[in-house]
């Protein structure tokens, strides 16, 4: 499919250019949103050159990763988890973003098989306050990062956030901001490179204000089905 081969060059265009901007290069890793899309759109984004994938669903994610199974595809779980999906979670990921109490990365960390790589983790924090959004609060997250960091199964990489969205640029920044500071402030304590913030509307921003990882779908690979 064309259309993501050129959409996909585009965004990488983007984030080349905002990192310039900020005078970074080659920091941001562009993270596929596939939920709700297709393993031919995903096999399409993959030809032209994507390698990271993220996932908020485990049943779909499972089905798309059999079908798949040919590509060298780096796994990112980015939904909320329930209790009784930690072990698929741990069994077929590469990366959690969403991790946001002990109980799960208990269960992550026991879940992970020892013959294969640490599973990657970051803590997902409700940096707006939201009570409808997940997330360790930030006065509770180093206490969370210190309990992960003991964890043998489970490597600490950083922090993930969805802050409210809005049009507004300004607002924007200072929210990104927020959860930037927040995550330097962690890096003081553990051995952190990732910072996963921004999505298909505020991607440039989140990279502005040092993002390493940006969560992009829509912009992608166009409407979910």
């Known amino acids: 499919m064309t259309i993501i081969a050129d959409s996909l060059q585009a965004i990488q265009a983007n984030i080349i250019a905002a990192e310039h901007s900020a005078g970074r290069i080659n920091h941001t890793l562009l993270l596929a949103v596939s939920k709700a899309q297709t393993a031919d759109k995903m096999r399409s984004a993959y030809l032209a050159g994507q390698r990271a994938f993220g996932e908020n669903y485990v049943q779909e994610a499972i089905t798309k990763q059999a079908s798949l199974s040919d590509l060298a595809i780096d796994w990112h779980f980015?939904?909320?988890i329930q209790?009784?999906?930690t072990a698929l979670i741990a069994q077929h990921f590469d990366w959690v973003h969403s991790v946001d109490r002990l109980k799960i990365a208990l269960r992550l960390n026991e879940a992970r098989g020892q013959n294969v790589a640490p599973l990657n983790v970051c803590i997902q924090i409700n940096?707006?306050?939201e009570i409808s959004k997940s997330g360790?609060?930030?006065?509770s997250l180093a206490v969370l990062a210190l309990a992960i960091s003991h964890m043998p199964q489970l490597k600490l990489r950083g922090?993930?956030?969805?802050?409210?969205p809005t049009k507004d640029l300004a607002i924007q920044h200072a929210q990104f901001k927020i959860v930037a500071d927040v995550y330097k402030t962690l890096k003081q304590k553990f051995e952190l490179d990732t910072l996963s913030i921004g999505m298909s509307?505020?991607?440039?921003?989140?990279?502005a204000e040092g993002a390493t990882i940006?969560?992009?779908?829509?912009?992608l690979f166009g409407a979910r089905i």
């Open 78 to 80: 980015i939904g909320p």
């Open 83 to 85: 209790s009784n999906k």
């Open 127 to 129: 940096s707006s306050d």
């Open 136 to 139: 360790v609060d930030i006065e």
């Open 159 to 164: 922090i993930m956030a969805i802050p409210a």
């Open 201 to 207: 509307d505020d991607y440039v921003v989140a990279i």
């Open 214 to 219: 940006v969560r992009i779908g829509s912009a």
